[in-house]
């Protein structure tokens, strides 16, 4: 047994309740929250992750998948994966073992990060870039009886911050979704740009007549305008849609991507790193992509652990086919919502500054975690 063996991996469960409700067209989250993933080496050396929903599911799922990982080297943990795929195949792979393994692959590229005193930019390929661009992702649904008020104060909010990007939710109706993006251009102005999100809250004929109303109004991505699943919807959507399509946060492992690239059914692929397997097949679903001439724009909507792992993943990214000018660089979704889960939990969060993100310094991931004030999110 090397030094560099699993001695132990635990969960550290999080969540957090915002005062005011906020979501999707689908209903409103009530609470934040994931599990962090500690990975801990024979030698000492501890990697942190991010595994994707319920806490308790994946806490019953580590259960099981613990003895596939516990004595292999932290060097080899995709074999466990792996493994896992193949022995427990009845329990498919849309599901909370695979969110699980990507927490762990996350941790496990911290640690091996920290045993060769790289970043996980450099250890997954190169570190191209020091910042990462990102948008801003909010212009929520809350409870308030005024939707139009409750996305006007959340963009003024964010308007001057300079950000090149804006994402909001649609998706209620077609009528409100016109309503909505013209607001947000007149808060925005013209030169950002806006994507909008439903959420898969509508069928195709939905999608078609929000897609004609919105169109006006500059919409640079439409993303998840229908269900994860509906392959047929999203076949013929790709090719009667006026803007382009972007989906790909709630598809788990590597199968469902490869038939979401394979067959060009969206524009922008958008792998959580969190939920679809964590960095290696985030790789994996990158070289799917530059295979097809798509782009990837990852989803983040957790803890910052989640979002220091896309940061890390981007900053390897080729630009491919792009040489010298990149008309559009991949863009990481940057939570402006009511979450201090994503930089209170850390003693220094990434930092932020006209619209990018830099991308820590310091071996594995470069952050470390605030264990006096993780005790507060902890449940």
Known sequence: MTSAAIRDIRLVPLSYAPPVPYGSARGLAPVR?????????EDGVEGIGEAWGPPGVTAACLDVLKPFFLGRSVFAQR?????????LYHAGTQNQFVSLMGGIDIAAHDAMGKILGVSVADLIGGRLREH????????????????DS??????????????GAFKIKIGRHPVEDERRCRLARRIIGEAPL?????????????????????EPHGIHWYEEPLAPQDWAGYRRLSRRAPVRLATGEALYGLFDFNRLIAGRLAAVVQPDLTLCGGFAVAQAIATLCQANHLRISPHVWGTGVGLVAALHFLAALPAYPHADNVP??????????DNPLLGAIFTEPPRYADGFLAVPDGPGLGVTLDTSRLQHFAT
Request: charged residues 20%; proline residues 4%; negative net charge.
């Open 150 to 163: 409750a996305l006007a104060e959340q963009l003024e909010r964010q308007a001057d911050r300079g950000f």
């Open 79 to 87: 074999g466990a994966a792996a493994m896992v795929l193949a022995k």
């Open 132 to 147: 990462i661009p990102v948008y801003a992702s909010g212009g929520y649904f809350t409870a308030a009886d005024d939707q």
């Open 328 to 337: 559009f660089p991949p863009l990481l979704e940057y939570d402006v919502g």
């Open 33 to 41: 929250g994931g599990s962090l993933v500690i990975l801990q080496t």
């Open 194 to 214: 806006l994507t909008v999100d439903t959420n898969g809250n509508y069928t195709e004929d939905g999608v078609l007549e929000s897609m004609r109303r919105t």
